[in-house]
């Protein structure tokens, strides 16, 4: 199954509102990456969190690594119409490769 | 800023057909990256490239092939399509120094097969 696995599948909000979405994932990490995939496009490296850090902020964008509880959230604060996308959360496996999760569909109505 | 690039964003082939899809990055990244996206399935790993002339299976190469004869060119070969390999085709890259870092994808080619 995947390494990473987001929650929720899909979330519904209004404009200015804050989303969180999570992401749980099975074994150790050296990092765990955010990517952002608008509608019939490619994946966007949104942050990277490695795993001696606890928290780290980009714009509007606040993720948390919980490596005790082998868990992740990504926080968009005052979202807009344009986050609408699908978010994914991405750790490598043992392999070296990069595994990603099933991803939230996050929609933002104006 | 890091650019990737693939030769189609649409492609429509026919079973049997030998369908070439191509990726160019203007990074000098030494890893590439082909994966396939389906619903439900997510990003799946088809092949990848740590050098020119160097190819390693994903977890999903059967059907494909791939080609790396310069460092800024990854080619995806679907020796004989069929309709199973109707999917979104990404193409990513990232630097080598640390195996553990963030990849740049491409635009992606949704190819369907007849």
């Known amino acids: 199954s995947q390494q990473g696995e987001e929650d929720p599948q899909a979330l519904s909000i209004q404009e200015g509102e804050n989303a969180t979405m999570n992401c749980s994932y099975k074994?150790?990490?050296?990092?765990l990456q955010w990517y952002r995939q608008n509608s019939g496009r490619g994946l966007v490296h949104l942050i990277l969190?490695?795993?001696?850090?606890r928290e780290k902020h980009s714009g509007r964008l606040r993720v948390t690594l919980d490596t005790s509880k082998k868990s992740s959230s990504l926080l968009i604060t005052a979202s807009r119409a344009a986050d609408t996308a699908s978010y994914f959360c991405a750790v490598y496996n043992q392999g070296g490769k990069l595994i990603f999760g099933q991803g939230t569909e996050l929609s933002v109505k104006p | 800023d890091v650019k990737v690039t693939q030769s189609s964003r649409y492609l429509v082939k026919r079973t049997g057909e030998k369908v070439f899809l191509e990726c160019v990055q203007d990074?000098?990244?030494?890893?590439m990256f082909w994966y396939r996206q389906d619903p439900g399935l997510g990003l799946r790993l088809i092949y990848f490239?740590?050098?020119?002339?160097?190819?390693e299976k994903g977890d999903i190469p059967e059907g494909y092939s791939v080609s790396r004869e310069k460092k800024e060119r990854f080619s995806l070969i679907l020796e004989s399509a069929s309709t199973n390999q109707t999917s979104m085709y990404l193409c990513a890259s990232s630097h080598g120094t640390d195996m553990y870092n963030e990849q740049f994808f491409g635009p992606g080619t949704r190819l369907t097969v007849l």
């Open positions: 990074m000098d990244h030494e890893n």
């Open positions: 969190i490695r795993s001696n850090e």
């Open positions: 490239s740590y050098d020119v002339k160097m190819k």
């Open positions: 074994t150790s990490i050296n990092n």
